[in-house]
């Protein structure tokens, strides 16, 4: 059933693109209903009470956002640069110059743990090197420091706090991915 209202969504979307704004198309079931407007340049989608979720699309392919009903939770991605200011915990840095891709904030802001995706033109070994420097200077412990067919891996703990680090060249550089958990 779930599958269904899924496809049902997406139909429902793929509709409403070519459409005015204003347009809206309700697609109801047993277990309640789901709300698709298209408004100008984005697709909202809403749970039936409207409180349960939200999922906006910006329509110029650039920008994506997904938010849960208490705000707590986020998902960020957009392909001219998130900003991240006030969203990470102290012990989380990004690499200098990088361009944050994506960033995942969960569980009550930055306490709970996340995850940011970045873009830069050093390579893996100097953004490891900063994420080692800037952990150890920070009390942190490393648990891991790899190298996995030239993906490098850092993970590193304090206490109830832990950060992992993977970076790897691609065709524009280097796209590295930092993951943390604990306060």
Known sequence: MQRNISLLVLAAALALAGCDQGKNVTIKDKNG???VSANGQHITVHSDNGKDGEVTIN???TNYTV??????STVEVNTKGVNVSGRLPAFVNIYPGAKVISSVNGGGSHNGGGTVAF????????????????????GFQQNL??????SLIYSA??????????????SSGTHAQVTWSGQ
């Open 145 to 150: 420091d790899a190298n996995d067919a030239g």
């Open 33 to 35: 209903s789901v709300t």
């Open 67 to 72: 938010r849960s009903s208490e705000g707590n």
């Open 59 to 61: 329509g110029n392919g």
């Open 119 to 138: 873009e830069t033109g050093a390579t893996p070994a100097a953004v490891i090197g900063f994420y080692k420097e800037k952990a150890a200077a920070s």
């Open 157 to 170: 703990t304090s206490g109830t706090k832990t950060i992992q680090v993977l970076a790897s060249k691609d």
